[in-house]
């Protein structure tokens, strides 16, 4: 059985950025509908951002009160993992997302639940999990937030192995008493933070260092932390088999090392979740990413925007989001043949996505950057100036615990003397990005930055810190 709608806008992919498309699309006069096969919400809200940090939380607090006198004697106990996960599935609702498609409902959003595919211009064929299958057709435009999903390479037997992803990893029902992590970027660093934290003992297996996007000091931080916390961390080692057998996992390195585990979670990147998109109707292969302009728009079709992950721009759900708000507004503009303020930093365009993107990893430390680290502004030919404080100095940092350990680099284009990159490692740190944030994409004047007075006694401090070691005399100038 087949039938048939039209819309203004059709949004595939249900996740935060889909909502948010389709959001903006509604508020701007279109009929929007979106279509999902798993559950609306995405990844964000059932396997990733929100119950990865719900299962860091617990360890993190825990930490910060035995690390000041008074609180950490009242702390006796250790950490209530059954507590923990059962706090996790709260915030996923038992993988049930009623309330997110009653969120919709209240938004004038229609949702169609099945697969969908391209099959022609602005048209959509969604199949049912029944088989039955429906064509829309949008009036407009229609915007892919499909996402991304782990990628798992070709390691000889690692498929094989049924390895855990961050799904397997972020669901988790009983904890293994050991894992393995393949990878060394943010999914790595987190998981085996966490699952230390619930007591399993955790081997990570690194091509090269821990972070690699980040500064070298934030990973060279983590790794020391973890080997701290009992955590063998493997750097510069290459995975060259993996193997299950009935006792677990047996990964084998290019250095000749074996470890056995008793799950292997690999953490080695995402992939496009574009299969079965039937994005040959617009000249693509299933399984690309999307390449779109500051618009959303993907390049050459008029009519077919990418937000998110799929457009392989930023993978980071902020991002997605912010991406979502100027393709539903843009969408809505052109389709009532309104101005589109598509400039640098316009309404219409995500101009952040390319010099001025913020990005926490909830390790222990933490690590909070924006913008550039001072290697990539150097190789975008910047004349940039890296100022370093170690956090610890200030007497904020003293106050919130005993043995405070912490770094900032801030790095300045010392010829428009404005800042391009700030990263912060140390705990809590998470809590100074934005104001960092704020400087970055308002390029405001180191001389104006003066007149920002930090209060006392907090680790925000840190930025006259900073500023003193910059010089005054400099950036009075």
């Given amino acids: 059985m087949q039938t048939t ?34 559950l609306v919400g ?30 950490s004697e009242a702390v006796t ?5 059954e507590s923990v996960l059962e706090r996790r599935t709260t915030f996923t609702h038992d993988w049930d997302d009623a309330s997110q498609v009653e969120w919709l409902d209240g938004a004038g959003i229609d949702l169609i639940r099945g697969h969908a595919r391209l099959t022609g211009e602005r048209e959509v064929t969604v199949t049912g999990s029944n088989g039955d299958s429906r064509v829309l057709t949008a009036k407009y435009a229609v915007a892919i937030a ?49 699952f230390s934290d619930f007591g399993a003992k955790v081997t990570i297996i690194a091509r090269g260092r821990l972070l690699a996007g980040m500064e070298d000091f934030a990973g060279d931080a983590v790794a020391d932390s973890l080997r701290d916390r009992g955590v063998t961390v493997m750097l510069d080692t290459g995975t060259t088999s993996v193997s299950r057998d009935a006792d677990g996992v047996r990964i084998e390195t290019d250095t000749g090392e074996s470890i056995h585990a008793t799950e292997v979670l690999t953490a080695t990147g995402r992939k496009a979740r574009t299969d079965g998109l039937g994005l040959d109707v617009v000249g693509l292969s299933d399984g690309d990413w999307l390449e779109v302009d500051d618009t959303m728009r993907v390049k050459g079709i008029d009519w077919l925007y990418a937000a998110g992950d799929v457009n392989h721009r930023v993978l980071l759900t902020h991002q997605g989001k912010y991406q979502a708000r100027a393709a539903g507004d843009v969408i809505a503009a052109r ?43 150097e190789e975008q030919g910047l004349n940039v100036r890296a100022v370093d404080l170690a956090i610890e100095s200030e007497a904020g940092a003293s106050v919130q615990r005993d043995g405070y350990e912490g770094r900032a680099r801030m790095v300045v284009d010392v010829d428009r003397e404005v800042i391009v990159g700030m990263t912060f490692m140390g705990p809590d740190v998470s809590d100074l990005l934005h104001a960092a944030t704020i400087a970055v994409v308002g390029e405001v004047p180191l001389a104006r930055l003066w007149h920002a007075v930090p209060a006392y ?12 070691a910059y010089g005054r005399e400099s950036a009075m100038t």
């Fill in 42 to 71: 995405g990844d964000c809200s059932y396997w990733a951002c929100m119950p990865s940090k719900v299962l860091l939380r617990s360890g993190q607090a825990l930490r910060a009160a035995q690390a000041v006198p008074g609180a």
């Fill in 457 to 468: 006694p907090t680790v925000s401090e840190l930025w006259l810190g900073l500023l003193q």
């Fill in 335 to 377: 389709a009532k043949g309104k101005a589109v303020d598509d400039a640098a930093w316009g309404a219409h365009v995500a101009t952040a996505d390319h010099s001025a993107v913020p990005q926490v990893v909830f390790s222990s430390p933490e690590v909070a950057s924006v913008g550039m680290t001072a290697a990539q502004a």
């Fill in 5 to 38: 709608s039209e819309y203004d806008l059709i949004v595939i992919g249900a996740g935060s950025t889909g909502e948010n498309v389709a959001d903006r699309a509604v508020q701007g006069g279109l009929s929007v509908v979106v279509v999902e096969e798993e």
């Fill in 146 to 194: 499909s996402g991304s999903e782990a990628r798992i390479v070709g390691i000889p037997g690692l498929r094989d192995a049924k390895p855990w992803t961050s799904r397997d990893a972020t669901s988790v029902k009983e904890v293994p008493e050991s894992l393995a992590i393949i990878g060394g970027g943010v999914v790595a660093c987190e998981m085996a933070t966490a």
């Fill in 77 to 81: 106990g250790e950490l209530d993992v």
